[in-house]
Every structure is written in C-alpha cells, then in structure tokens.
C-alpha cells in the first residue's frame, strides 16, 4: 500500500468509510453478511517442481477450463523460468502453460467471448493478447516505455474486451496517469478519460476492470475505495462504495458482482474487514461475504483478484499468501 499524507487521508476518508446500500440493516454490513461458501486449498494439481507465486488473476475461460496468472517467484518474473499463465480444468487437473520470459509483472487478466487470454504488464506497460492455447497474436504498447500518448501506456493495470470488440485498458498504478482508454480490436486509439483525483470520473489507481448484461464499464477505483459504473463512451453513471477497497472485479451472467477486497482494515478503510463481497451488479445490494483468513491484517492480504465460475464457485487470488483458493457454493 502506497504511503499518503494526512491531508489525502482525510480526504479519502467521507468516500471510503459507510456509503452503504440502502438494502442493509446490519450495524457493520460490509463484514456482517452470510457465507455460503467452503474454502478450499490447496486447489488444483500443479506441475512438478512448480509452487504458486503470487497469483494476480484467475478466471473461466468459455472452453470451461480455469486460467490463473502469477508473478512467478514473490513478486516478480524477471530472470525466472516459471510460467505465470497456468490452465487447469474445472475440477483441478493441470491442462497447459505458458508465458517462461515474457514478462516482468503480471498484473490485469481476461478471456474475451472468443477465447483470447489477455494480461497486461504494470511494469513492462504491455497488454498482450493470446490464444487459448498461449499463442501471441497481438502486443499492445510500447515495451519500457511509458506514458500517456495514444499507442503508449502507463501501468496498465486491467484490460477487458466489449462485445463489439473494442477494447478497454486502465492505467495508473501508484504514480502517473489515471486514465481509462478506449481502443479499436485492432488497438487503434479511440478515446481516453480520467485524471488523478477523488471527483466523478477521476481515479486513484484505476485496479480493476468489468462490464455487466448492459455493456457498463465497472471500475474498481482503490485508492479512492469505491466501484465507478461509466458508459463505454466514459460518461459517469454511479458509484459505490458499500464493496470496500476494490482490487479486482468479476461479474457472472446472472450480473452478479464479486470484489476482491485486500486493503481495507487499515487507516483508508478502519474496521471494514478484507474478503471478497457478492452483490448485485444491478442495483449494488450486498447479498454475501466471503472473510478472508487474514481479514483484519494491516498488510495488505486476501485476494487480490477473483473469478467465478459456471457452477458459482469463486477464486480467490492471493497475492501476499501466494495461493489460489476455490470457494465452493452450497
């Protein structure tokens, strides 16, 4: 986490503290809410000789399979030979991998409709697209470099592709821009919006990224501790706060929303535990919780990114832990 002034801390606090849904009557509903889930780990068969770095993303592919994305060893995958891309099938059995050198931090995740896995590099300030199989078909950016010109980006953090092919990237991890740009499926600049700051529309490390049934554009804006809801030309719709400190984001096709939560518990967000919160990407009802294991750390612990499922299950990508936990619906 970020070190911030006093200043910015009181600032911060009026967004990230008890805007909650309205459908809520708990004293504390961001950490009093029903756990319908089992936790289980370890999860999946890993290859040989291959242990878990710090996991940043996992989702369902449409093949049915599990993709999860690392940072191979801790934190980083320079000079290290572990693939970060790993599939495995629904049931845990190891499928393939890929990725041994290609990048330096593995940050934002998505399959597309079609198949394509998607990853962006906050390091490397790439966005790279491939096949189900690990083929590269496209690479976004300019490698090293970065900024805020219309073929450059800084800190990519997620990347999601529209049905219409279009293509969404946010940018701003820590200093630099806070931007969400707006791309052709062919990566032709369309538009770009967002500044650094606390107002509608503007971000404080931009960190996640989704679309619900609609085509609106969930943002997890995490610094600022709160989900903003935009049209795909940018125009601001809503925002919540009653999700917590928002690291990653999955929507499910019944538009139900999962936020990975992994930074609350300390001076941005005191008292609201980490975990992973389920509600309604309609209307932002509160329905579930799933607490993580170290829900009232100071550090920065939990999953930092989630996925769910076509059965309900939810995986949780543990960064600080180096894990990938399934949480099983009952």
């Known amino acids: 986490m970020k070190t911030i002034s006093i200043f910015r801390l009181m600032v911060l606090l009026p ?5 909650v849904s309205t459908a809520q009557d708990s ?3 961001l950490n009093d809410l029903p756990n319908p889930y089992e936790r289980i780990f370890p999860w ?9 770095g710090q996991v940043i993303g996992v989702e369902q592919g449409p093949d049915g399979n599990i993709y999860a994305f690392h940072r191979c060893f801790e934190n980083l995958c320079v000079d290290r030979d572990e693939p970060p891309i790993l599939v495995f099938t629904i049931s845990g059995e190891f499928v393939r991998s890929w990725g041994e050198g290609m990048f330096i931090r593995p940050h934002g995740f998505h399959i597309d409709a079609a198949g394509n896995v998607w990853t962006t590099d906050d390091r490397a300030h790439v966005v790279y697209k491939f096949d189900a199989n690990g083929t590269l078909l496209m690479t976004l950016g300019k490698k090293g470099i970065r900024g805020q010109g219309p073929d450059i980006f800084d800190q990519p953090t997620d990347v999601f592709v529209a049905p219409d092919g279009n293509i969404f990237v946010t940018n701003g991890h820590g200093m630099g821009a806070n ?16 500044s650094t700051g606390s107002g509608e529309g503007q971000f404080d490390i931009p960190h996640a990224l989704e679309m619900d049934s609609q085509g609106r554009l969930f943002i997890g804006d995490r610094n600022n501790g709160r989900v903003q809801i935009f049209d795909q030309e940018g125009n ?12 990653g984001l999955a929507i499910s096709a019944d538009d139900m929303l999962y936020v990975a939560d992994n930074e609350s ?4 967000n005191p008292g609201v535990e980490k975990g992973i919160r389920v509600g309604s990407a309609k209307d932002g009802t509160l329905h579930y919780f799933i607490k993580d294991l170290e829900a009232t750390s100071l550090e920065a612990a939990g999953a930092e990114g989630v996925g769910v499922d076509s059965e309900g299950n939810v995986y949780g990508a543990v960064v600080r832990r180096m894990m990938l936990e399934r949480h099983e619906r009952h």
Not at 15 to 19: A, F, L, R, S
Not at 44 to 52: F, H, I, K, S, Y
Not at 236 to 247: A, E, I, N, T, V
Request: glycine share 12%; no cysteine.
């Open 265 to 268: 518990f300390g001076p941005l």
């Open 236 to 247: 601001f719709l809503d925002q919540w706060s009653q999700f917590g400190r928002p690291s």
């Open 15 to 19: 967004i990230t503290g008890w805007q």
């Open 179 to 194: 931007r969400v740009m707006k791309l052709t499926s062919d990566g032709e600049f369309i538009k770009a919006w967002g």
């Open 27 to 29: 004293a504390n509903p």
């Open 44 to 52: 999946a068969e890993m290859p040989d000789g291959l242990a878990w």
